[in-house]
């Protein structure tokens, strides 16, 4: 048992005794009000009727489960109209959470598709992807051999002309030096 206190404190332990009474009353009527008016029942529909936290309903079991018990079963004044349209409603929110998980699958196998379609686009763009016959990997084999003369040609040229310029560059040196 407890050890008696101050009055101060005995008084204080009573009067939340009494507040915490007072909500259980007005949760237990508010409870037999949306039964009796056929209205939805539910923790936050209850705690908002009596005025009281929903952390009150949880901490008191014995609330909640009465209140879980009046969710499942229709109250006297309410139509079985009432008890099937939740019924339904609740297995509509099933099929449409199953399609959204079968819309999620797809678009990602067509997320991986469209990846894969655009990788295989720019490495054939590139030139880097293989051939789709012989005779085209012959054909490219043929013009990069083309391709390959006409840059020897140019490159000879270039150092033709690299050698040219270095001879004009010493005789005018040379011309330069003499005059001096």
Known sequence: MRKPGSPR??????????????????????????????????????????????????RHRD???????????????ASVGAAVSRASLMADLAAANERNARLMGRSSQLEQR????????????????????????????VQLEQEKGDLKLQLAETAEDLDAARAANRELTRVLNHTS
Do not use: C, K
Request: glycine letters at 8%.
């Open 9 to 58: 404190t005995d008084a204080m332990i009573r009067g939340r005794q009494a507040d915490t009474e007072r909500r259980r009353t007005r949760v237990e009527q508010s409870l037999r009000d949306l039964q009796t008016a056929g209205e939805e029942v539910s923790v936050t529909a209850v705690a908002r009727r009596a005025g009281v936290d929903r952390t009150f309903l949880y």
């Open 114 to 141: 469209l990846s894969q379609l655009m990788g295989e686009q720019t490495w054939r763009e590139a030139g880097l992807g293989a051939t789709n016959s012989v005779d085209e990997m012959q054909q490219r084999i």
């Open 63 to 77: 609330l909640l489960t009465q209140i879980h018990t009046a969710e499942q079963t229709p109250a006297d004044g």
